[in-house]
């Protein structure tokens, strides 16, 4: 496995990443929909908070993005 920055043109396979992950916990239909925007990586975010991806064999298999507030780090999107 290879860690490597995100490229904000990932934004939309970071998404299905997150969705996917989020429904393999096995959350019912409605849930999941509710969810949609909280899991969407916006692209706008990735060029101002890093995003970093977890890849293997060159398919994006995982990310995680770090909230930066001043002096402060938030790990999200794990």
Do not use: N
């Amino acid at each position: 496995m290879r860690l490597r920055p995100a490229r904000p043109d990932e934004a939309d396979t970071l998404t299905g990443v997150a969705r996917a992950a989020k429904a393999h916990w096995g959350y019912d239909p409605a849930f999941l929909a509710g969810c949609l925007e909280v899991l969407r990586v916006d692209r706008s975010r990735m060029e101002i908070e890093p995003h970093v991806v977890a890849e293997q064999d060159g398919e994006v298999v995982g990310f995680y993005s770090v909230q930066l507030d001043g002096d402060r780090a938030v790990l999200d999107k794990l």
